[in-house]
C-alpha cells in the first residue's frame, strides 16, 4: 500500500517567508510525528499527533512552528517569518498507537532558506 | 528524560568482516528500543525492535541487535557486512509510558569492497 508522503520533496524560501510542509500519513494509523534533520545531524523531535490532538509540542522551537492535523489524515507544519537556521530535512512519521510500533517515514521536505 | 547514544560517528569495516554499531539508552520504566536504516537519498525505514522477551532479536537484511539490560545497550550487529550496507544508522528508544520516541545522533556505517 501508499506509504507516507510529504510534500513538496524540496523547497527554497526567502528569509522571512512562511512555509507551509505537508504530511498523509498511512491509512489507519493513528499517531503522526514530525521531526527535523539538520545537515549530517541526527533527529530532533518536533511535535506528536494521536488522532487530531497534540498531547507533545514540546519539540517546536519556538513560536515561529506550529502543525496541525486534521482527524486521523493530512498534517501541516507551518513555519512563519522563516530564518536561515530552519534550514534542514523536516521527516513525518506515522504509526499505529502504542510505543511498540515501528514509525513509517515519509522522504521528508527539503526546506532552504537563503 | 530519556536519551539515546551512538558513541561512533562512523563506522568502517571491510565486506565480509562483521559489524558492530554501538547504543546506549537511558529512560524510565521498560524500554522499548528500535534500530532504522537511512540509505541515501531515501526515507528512514524500520530495521529490528526490542520489546520484551528474548534478548537477541532478528531484523531485516541479516541484521540482529542484543539487549543488555545491565549496561542498558542495544548494540546492531550483522556477522558479515555488504558493501550495500552502507548507510546511516538509528538507535531509537520509546518508554512504554510516553508519546517521544527519542532517536539517536546517527552512526554512518561504511563497508569497503
Known amino acids: 500500500g501508499a506509504g507516507v508522503s510529504q510534500s513538496p520533496s524540496n523547497k527554497v524560501t526567502e528569509k522571512g517567508k512562511d512555509v507551509e510542509l505537508r504530511c498523509d500519513p498511512i491509512s489507519g494509523h493513528t499517531a503522526l510525528y514530525w521531526y527535523r534533520q539538520r545537515l549530517g545531524q541526527g533527529l530532533e523531535f518536533l511535535i506528536y499527533f494521536q488522532g487530531n490532538s497534540a498531547p507533545d509540542k514540546s519539540g517546536l522551537p519556538s513560536d515561529r512552528f506550529s502543525a496541525e492535523r486534521t482527524g486521523e489524515s493530512v498534517s501541516t507544519l507551518t513555519i512563519q517569518r522563516t530564518q536561515q537556521e530552519d534550514s534542514a530535512v523536516y521527516l513525518c512519521?506515522?504509526?499505529?498507537?502504542?510505543?511498540?510500533?515501528?514509525?513509517?517515514f515519509g522522504n521528508g521536505t527539503r526546506l532552504t532558506v537563503t | 528524560a530519556q536519551s539515546v547514544a551512538q558513541p561512533e560517528d562512523q563506522v568502517n569495516v571491510a565486506e565480509g568482516n562483521p559489524l558492530t554499531v554501538k547504543c546506549t539508552y537511558s529512560v524510565s520504566g521498560n524500554p522499548y528500543l528500535f534500530w532504522y536504516v537511512q540509505y541515501p537519498n531515501r526515507g528512514l525505514q524500520f530495521l529490528l525492535k526490542?520489546?520484551?522477551?528474548?534478548?537477541l532479536v532478528k531484523g531485516s537484511y541479516g541484521f540482529e541487535a542484543e539487549f543488555n539490560k545491565s549496561q542498558t545497550s542495544f548494540h546492531l550487529k550483522k556477522p558479515s557486512a555488504l558493501v550495500s550496507d552502507s548507510a546511516l544508522y538509528f538507535c531509537a528508544v520509546h518508554n512504554n509510558a510516553g508519546n517521544m520516541l527519542t532517536f539517536g545522533g546517527g552512526t554512518r556505517l561504511m563497508v569497503k569492497p
Open positions: 512519521a506515522s504509526s499505529f498507537q502504542g510505543a511498540n510500533s515501528p514509525l513509517h
Open positions: 526490542y520489546i520484551t522477551g528474548d534478548n
